[in-house]
C-alpha cells in the first residue's frame, strides 16, 4: 500500500478526513458531525474515532488539521477554535497523538486551505501565492516558496485585517476600517441589507444600483490586495470564500485596481485566480501540511 498521511479539517457542524498519497492522490475520505456541545473533550474524542475507522490499522504516517483559529508556531496548540466551545490553548497534537498514536500538526483552517490550494487547486503551477477566503470574515494564507508562512508565533497571514481605511468601521480584530469590514459577507450586509448571492442575482438582471456596488467592491477589493502585492511580491493571488460565485461581477474591477496602484516591476507575472478545490481545500491542504511536517521531521 502506497504511504499516506491523513488530513482534516475540523467545523463548526463537520469533521471532514481524508487519507491522500504523496502526489495527491485521495485514496479514501470521511465526514462526521462535529459534537454539540463542541467542547475540546469531545471534538477530540470524535476525531480520534474517525481516524480509527478511516484507518483501522493505523498506516497512516501523519494526521494533519485545521482548526478554525490560531495555532502556535510549533503546530501543536490550538489557541482559539472560534464557534467552538471552551476551546483555549488546547494541546492538540499531544492529545490526538497519544490517542491514535500518530504524529499530528496543526495550522489555521484559511491556512490549510491556502496549502491545499497550492498543492493541488488554483496555484499548483507556482511556487508563492496568497490565498484570500471572501466570507463571514476574509481570511488569509501566505505560501512562500512552496510552504506556509505563519510568522514567529503562527499568527502571521491575517490579510483580511490589514487596514484598509483608518476611519472605517469596527472591527473584531480590535483594527477599524480592515479589508474585512469591506470585503466580507457581513460588510455586504451592512452596507446593502442584501446577501450576497441575491445582491449578485439583482447585478445579473441589470440592476444599475447592485452593478456599481460590486465594482466599487472590486475596487476596495483591489485596493487592499496591492498593499500585499507590495509587501509579498506573489506569483498568483487566489480567492476563494463564497463571495468569490460573485467574481464575474467584480474581478475586472479588482484587476484593474491593482494595475493602477502597483508599480508594473511589483507585479510582474502575477495572476489573480479563483480557488478551485471549494470546501475541500482544507481538508487537503491539512494533508499537505503533514507530508511537509514528515519531511521537515527527516531533515
Same mark, same amino acid.
Given at each position: 500500500?502506497?504511504?499516506?498521511?491523513?488530513?482534516?479539517?475540523?467545523?463548526?457542524?463537520?469533521?471532514?478526513?481524508?487519507?491522500?498519497?504523496?502526489?495527491?492522490?485521495?485514496?479514501?475520505?470521511?465526514?462526521?458531525?462535529?459534537?454539540?456541545?463542541?467542547?475540546?473533550?469531545?471534538?477530540?474524542?470524535?476525531?480520534?474515532?474517525?481516524?480509527?475507522?478511516?484507518?483501522?490499522?493505523?498506516?497512516?504516517?501523519?494526521?494533519?488539521?485545521?482548526?478554525?483559529?490560531?495555532?502556535?508556531?510549533?503546530?501543536?496548540?490550538?489557541?482559539?477554535?472560534?464557534?467552538?466551545?471552551?476551546?483555549?490553548?488546547?494541546?492538540?497534537?499531544?492529545?490526538?497523538?497519544?490517542?491514535?498514536?500518530?504524529?499530528?500538526?496543526?495550522?489555521?483552517?484559511?491556512?490549510? $486551505?491556502? !496549502?491545499?490550494?497550492?498543492? @493541488?487547486?488554483?496555484? &499548483? =503551477?507556482?511556487?508563492? /501565492?496568497? *490565498?484570500?477566503? #471572501? +466570507?463571514?470574515?476574509?481570511?488569509?494564507?501566505?505560501?512562500?516558496?512552496?510552504?506556509?508562512?505563519?510568522?514567529?508565533?503562527?499568527?502571521?497571514?491575517?490579510?483580511?485585517?490589514?487596514?484598509?481605511?483608518?476611519?472605517?468601521?469596527?472591527?473584531?480584530?480590535?483594527?477599524?476600517?480592515?479589508?474585512?469590514?469591506?470585503?466580507?459577507?457581513?460588510?455586504?450586509?451592512?452596507?446593502?441589507?442584501?446577501?450576497?448571492?441575491?445582491?449578485?442575482?439583482?447585478?445579473?438582471?441589470?440592476?444599475?444600483?447592485?452593478?456599481?456596488?460590486?465594482?466599487?467592491?472590486?475596487?476596495?477589493?483591489?485596493?487592499?490586495?496591492?498593499?500585499?502585492?507590495?509587501?509579498?511580491?506573489?506569483?498568483?493571488?487566489?480567492?476563494?470564500?463564497?463571495?468569490?460565485?460573485?467574481?464575474?461581477?467584480?474581478?475586472?474591477?479588482?484587476? $484593474?485596481? !491593482?494595475?493602477?496602484?502597483? @508599480?508594473?516591476?511589483? &507585479? =510582474?507575472?502575477?495572476? /489573480?485566480? *479563483?480557488?478551485? #478545490? +471549494?470546501?475541500?481545500?482544507?481538508?487537503?491542504?491539512?494533508?499537505?501540511?503533514?507530508?511537509?511536517?514528515?519531511?521537515?521531521?527527516?531533515?
Amino acid at each position: 500500500m502506497q504511504p499516506s498521511v491523513i488530513g482534516i479539517d475540523l467545523g463548526g457542524t463537520a469533521i471532514k478526513l481524508g487519507q491522500f498519497t504523496p502526489h495527491g492522490t485521495c485514496l479514501q475520505q470521511l465526514q462526521v458531525a462535529t459534537p454539540q456541545p463542541a467542547t475540546p473533550e469531545a471534538v477530540l474524542a470524535a476525531i480520534a474515532a474517525a481516524v480509527r475507522e478511516l484507518d483501522p490499522h493505523a498506516k497512516s504516517l501523519a494526521l494533519g488539521l485545521g482548526t478554525p483559529g490560531p495555532t502556535d508556531a510549533g503546530g501543536r496548540i490550538a489557541r482559539v477554535a472560534i464557534n467552538l466551545q471552551g476551546w483555549h490553548d488546547v494541546p492538540v497534537a499531544d492529545v490526538l497523538e497519544h490517542k491514535t498514536g500518530q504524529a499530528t500538526i496543526l495550522a489555521n483552517d484559511a491556512n490549510c $486551505a491556502g !496549502l491545499g490550494e497550492a498543492w @493541488l487547486g488554483a496555484g &499548483r =503551477e507556482v511556487e508563492n /501565492l496568497i *490565498l484570500l477566503t #471572501l +466570507g463571514t470574515g476574509v481570511g488569509g494564507a501566505i505560501i512562500l516558496d512552496g510552504r506556509l508562512f505563519v510568522g514567529r508565533t503562527g499568527a502571521a497571514g491575517e490579510l483580511g485585517l490589514i487596514t484598509l481605511n483608518p476611519q472605517g468601521p469596527p472591527c473584531n480584530s480590535g483594527n477599524p476600517g480592515s479589508l474585512e469590514q469591506y470585503a466580507s459577507v457581513q460588510a455586504i450586509r451592512r452596507e446593502t441589507g442584501l446577501e450576497p448571492h441575491l445582491l449578485a442575482a439583482q447585478a445579473q438582471s441589470g440592476d444599475e444600483g447592485a452593478i456599481a456596488y460590486w465594482q466599487q467592491y472590486g475596487q476596495r477589493l483591489g485596493a487592499g490586495l496591492a498593499s500585499l502585492v507590495y509587501v509579498l511580491t506573489p506569483e498568483m493571488i487566489v480567492l476563494g470564500g463564497g463571495i468569490a460565485a460573485a467574481a464575474p461581477l467584480f474581478l475586472g474591477a479588482t484587476e $484593474a485596481e !491593482l494595475r493602477r496602484r502597483v @508599480l508594473p516591476s511589483s &507585479r =510582474e507575472g502575477l495572476s /489573480l485566480r *479563483l480557488a478551485e #478545490l +471549494g470546501n475541500r481545500a482544507g481538508m487537503v491542504g491539512a494533508a499537505q501540511l503533514a507530508w511537509q511536517f514528515l519531511a521537515a521531521k527527516r531533515g
